[in-house]
């Protein structure tokens, strides 16, 4: 009995600072949820990523991925995302359902083997729902990938849409009409920015 109460003292003790995550992040894109905390630190679902993914999503080595300001990898339903090779992404990129990010193939000649290549994804860019980036890749600030898109070559340079099967550039953005933003409260995942290189010295292998 007395075990079952100190859990439940434990429990809402640490609801205090989660609420004040919740109102900070409220405006911003991927806000931090008290449905989101709950499936993953309580149900165990993604327990290991340090940012909020959806339940029906599936995040893999997490201590290899960097993740910028309000960018959530796995947000939205049914994303994949696999670190073993490594995954840095930039600040305020959006990453819509269905989205695959994979950083880690199999040999072709030994499948047992695991051929790893790190993906590295800007600041401002926009996965569109489907989309799946494979080993390797990098991709410049203000990308946009078009729905349904298998990203195989990079595209370092930014400012474009890029998309198809190989996906190819099939627009270029005007630069000066690519508006950066700033949240007035900066969080990495479930992280204040502030602390965030504490964090990443202490938790993560990048």
């Given at each position: 009995?007395?075990?079952k109460i100190k859990k439940c003292i434990w429990f809402f003790i640490r609801l205090f600072p989660l609420g004040n995550k919740i109102f900070e992040t409220l405006p911003s894109q991927t806000p931090i949820t008290f449905r989101y905390w709950f499936f993953q630190k309580v149900l165990g679902f993604n327990k290991q990523a340090y940012w909020p993914v959806h339940f029906t999503s599936r995040v893999n080595s997490a201590h290899k991925?960097?993740?910028?300001?309000?960018?959530?990898?796995?947000?939205?339903?049914?994303c994949y995302v696999q670190g073993g090779g490594g995954i840095d992404i930039g600040d305020y990129t959006q990453i819509a359902p269905n989205v695959g990010i994979i950083s880690s193939n199999h040999d072709l000649y030994d499948s047992r083997k695991s051929i790893k290549k790190k993906i590295e994804i800007g600041k401002?860019?926009?996965?569109?729902?489907?989309?799946?980036?494979?080993?390797?890749?990098?991709?410049?600030?203000?990308?946009?990938?078009?729905?349904?898109s298998v990203v195989t070559k990079s595209f370092e340079e930014g400012f474009c849409v890029i998309?198809?099967?190989p996906a190819k550039k099939i627009k270029e953005l005007e630069k000066d009409k690519c508006k950066p933003f700033k949240n007035d409260i900066e969080y990495n995942?479930?992280?204040?920015?502030?602390?965030?290189?504490?964090?990443?010295?202490?938790?993560l292998d990048l």
């Open positions: 009995m007395k075990n991925i960097r993740v910028g300001v309000d960018t959530c990898p796995g947000y939205m339903n049914n401002y860019c926009w996965l569109g729902m489907g989309a799946i980036i494979l080993p390797g890749v990098k991709l410049g600030n203000f990308t946009i990938v078009a729905a349904g998309g198809g099967i995942g479930y992280i204040r920015s502030s602390k965030f290189q504490l964090f990443i010295e202490k938790h």
